[in-house]
């Protein structure tokens, strides 16, 4: 096989400078050096190329490109630079006229093997595998083996080719003693724009890195680590938020080069979701302050807290009665009842004592957005939290007295049975009991059994009310992380310049003919949607518990609570 580039196709006749990959039996060709040319010159400079890319370029054969009919003269020329650069086996591509047929043809010297090779030539897009990734399988499927064998082979030809990049530095412009045809040989591909980023980029970036090293000094300062500040910290989203955005920029001003394609990748990633993030923070920002819907925001809010308020009176005077005509401990219903009502009374009067202050809070939370949306988002979700943070403290007074008795009971159903748990070797063991003890653990629970329905029914209906908190943070909390791991830059490349991110390849049939070697044209398949975010998403602080439905559910029958945070020591993915 022998690989082609498609801007030599119409090069003036010279030789054909490339590498020859022997496990495979092919020959990638790089770039065409037009006559005339001293060979001397053409091997200093090969040998240089050898130790700048540390890949084996060589003189692989000769090119002919004459719109006339072949003279001997030139045809016995071209075979006797095989002898001057010495490569086995030579090859010798030709094109006559506006043939579409072209000829191509090895000469091995010091070969016994009379047999002549099929030969098949490959054409391929230089400019695209030169700026192309070629990505892993990432399936796992029954031939996976041979995935990966193809995928290295191919991984071979586009090492090969991203490797030589200074060969491509040179156009024909140059004074230099060697003209080459490359990808790359009218001038050299570049963007003003592009280069006065990079050069504004520079002291821009030291600046960030100053100012963020003082945030971070200021974050690891020994004021934070004091409980009040700490726990809030620990916490709140909005500061999870903001450590995690504060992790981005550090990454982005950092002055370290990025080492391969998936560190680049990720700068690139990062940067973008920044930048988009703060865009669509300043135009909620915007659409804020305009039409002074800081002022509505906070007039309806208030009514709202009090319609919630009423709603949660009517729902405890309906559990103080006989809910769905079910019969209730009246004492004990009265009792929680009163309880949660003047629970909600101090709710109410907080809240109206907020009142004159809520539109200036509002007005200055909303400055926050200029952060990013996903800090706004954040801030949306720990307002919640804190408005509705009597109906957290109703679902911790229910759960924690369903939890008391139901461990209560499942202690006595074991005294019962003449059994304890042991909690050294944390296990159920057998225990004698006297009367007295028996006596004792039946009365108890036959109090808890008859005691129960009415706990499990306020438990029950706080428990919802936290549920329904809970999923709409969670909903919030999803949308931030969206924001945050989704691979925009990834996203947009493949869209834009699908190339770049390279799955595999395909070959289509250019021309067929007897005597003539097989021409195919190599085509880049682009990595699929779903596999660029699998490939590049982005890590997130994940804040959020991971349970499963088993886990979840075991808890709520027990009446463990159900934070919405995570804690120290749990393993997050």
């Known amino acids: ?69 072949k003279e001997e003269s030139l045809s016995e020329f071209l075979e006797d630079l095989g ?40 054409y391929y897009d230089q400019r695209k595998v030169m700026l192309s990734h070629l990505h892993p399988p990432l399936d796992t499927a029954t031939s996976a083996e041979h995935k990966v064998d193809d995928a290295s082979k191919l991984s071979a030809i586009f090492d090969t080719v991203a490797r030589s990049k200074i060969l491509f530095m040179t156009d024909r412009y140059d004074d230099g003693p060697i003209k080459l045809t490359h990808w790359q040989s009218d001038g050299i591909e570049a963007s003003i724009i592009v280069e006065l980023m990079k050069q504004a980029s520079v002291p821009a970036c030291m600046l960030l890195t100053f100012l963020l090293s003082l945030i971070s000094g200021i974050c690891r300062s020994r ?9 809030l910290w620990s916490k709140l989203s909005t500061c999870e938020q903001l450590g995690h955005r504060l992790q981005h920029l550090q990454v982005i001003s950092s002055n370290k080069k990025a080492q391969n394609q998936a560190q680049l990748m990720r700068k690139a990633n990062i940067f973008v979701s920044v930048l988009i993030d703060v865009a669509l923070g300043i135009l909620l920002m915007s659409w804020l302050y305009r039409k002074n819907r800081i002022g509505h925001l906070a007039d309806t809010l208030i009514p709202v807290a009090d319609h919630v308020a009423e709603e949660l009176q009517d729902l405890l005077q309906w559990l103080m009665g006989a809910p769905a005509g079910l019969k209730m401990n009246r004492a004990l219903d009265q009792v929680l009842g009163r309880f949660f009502l003047y629970h909600i009374h101090l709710w109410i009067s907080y809240i109206h004592l907020m009142s004159p202050f809520i539109e200036m ?30 109906i957290y403290c109703f679902y911790v007074y229910g759960a924690r007295l369903y939890c008391l008795k139901i461990y209560g009971l499942s202690s ?17 063991d057998s225990c004698s009991y006297d009367l ?49 791991s989704l691979p925009l830059y990834s996203l947009i490349l493949r869209l834009c310049r699908s190339y770049r991110l390279a799955a595999g390849v395909k070959f289509r049939v250019l021309e067929q003919q007897d005597g003539k070697p097989l021409r195919l044209l190599m085509q880049i398949n682009p990595l699929s949607y779903g596999g660029v975010v699998q490939t590049y998403r982005l890590p997130t602080y994940s804040c959020y518990p991971k349970d499963s439905w088993t886990s979840l559910c075991k808890k709520l029958f027990l009446g463990e609570l159900i934070y919405p945070w995570k804690h120290k020591g749990e393993k997050q993915d």
């Open 412 to 428: 006595l159903w074991r005294l019962f049975r003449g059994k304890k748990w042991n909690v050294l070797r944390q296990r159920v």
């Open 223 to 231: 004021v934070l680590k004091f409980w009040p500040l700490s726990f």
């Open 1 to 69: 096989k022998v690989f082609f580039p498609t801007c030599c196709s119409s090069a003036e006749s010279g030789i054909l400078i490339g590498r020859w990959i022997t496990e495979q039996n092919s020959a990638v060709i790089l770039a065409v050096v037009h006559f005339p040319f001293i060979p001397v010159q053409v091997k200093q400079y090969l040998s240089e190329v050898q130790r700048v890319t540390k890949v084996s370029v060589s003189v692989l054969g000769s090119w002919s490109n004459s719109k006339q009919e």
């Open 436 to 484: 007295d003890q028996l006596f004792i653990g039946t009365l108890l629970f036959t109090i808890l059994l008859f005691l129960l329905p009415t706990t499990a029914l306020y438990y029950l209906v706080f428990t919802l009310l936290r549920l329904l908190v809970v999923i709409v943070q969670g909903l919030i909390h999803l949308l931030v992380d969206l924001i945050d």
């Open 83 to 122: 002898t001057i650069f010495c490569h086995e086996p030579w090859l010798q591509i030709s094109k006559e006229g506006d043939s579409k047929f072209w000829s191509c043809s090895t000469l091995q010297k010091h070969s016994n093997n009379l047999k002549e090779e099929e030969i098949i030539l490959v």
């Open 361 to 390: 809070i509002l007005w200055y939370v909303g400055l926050s957005a200029c952060l990013g949306l996903t800090v706004a988002l954040c801030i949306l979700s720990d307002i919640i939290a804190l408005l509705t943070f009597h």
